[in-house]
């Protein structure tokens, strides 16, 4: 498994990120390495969507769970991708802290090339970041 764990500092509050980063549907939009997402099904703060990666345009099955203003858990259930992504919030005095951690592997074959792809993964990790970092404090 590759792990990464990329953390940016806003200067706004946790209700102005999590009202950016709790829009899932909108993730395409930070997020290069998202193409499209399609909702599947909802069922409390649980949400079944069809994911499709920048990689080839692979199509990935995700779970999603949201806790308000805490985290968003998206677990790969079935696709290229096997393993989770973590988007996580803090509060540091007037700013917040915007933490996503990767915890993935590629899936079959593709499971030789992850240590390759992490490298991708985390400048992309690090570009979404800075893209909503500059987004808020506009």
């Known amino acids: 498994m590759a792990t990464i764990q990329v953390e940016v500092e806003i ?10 980063v709790s829009d899932i549907d909108n ?3 930070f997020w ?12 409390g703060n649980t949400i079944s969507r069809e994911v499709i990666i920048a990689f080839r345009d692979q199509k990935c099955l995700q779970e999603v769970k949201i806790y308000p203003k805490e ?12 393993g989770e992504k973590i988007v ?9 802290i915007l933490s996503t951690y990767w ?20 400048s992309g990790t690090k570009q979404a970041m ?3 970092k500059e987004e808020i404090e506009r």
């Not at 200067?11 to 950016?20: F, G, P, Q």
């Not at 996580?88 to 917040?96: A, D, Q, Y």
């Open 11 to 20: 200067n706004a509050s946790i209700d102005k990120v999590w009202d950016i």
């Open 27 to 29: 993730e395409p939009k």
């Open 32 to 43: 290069k390495g998202t193409k499209e997402v399609r909702n599947i099904s909802k069922e």
């Open 71 to 82: 985290k968003i858990e998206a677990r790969f259930t079935k696709g290229i991708i096997d």
């Open 88 to 96: 996580s919030l803090s509060v540091k005095g007037e700013k917040t």
């Open 103 to 122: 915890d993935i592997k590629l899936t079959g074959v593709m499971g030789m090339f992850t240590g390759m792809i992490k490298k991708h993964i985390k």
């Open 130 to 132: 800075q893209s909503i």
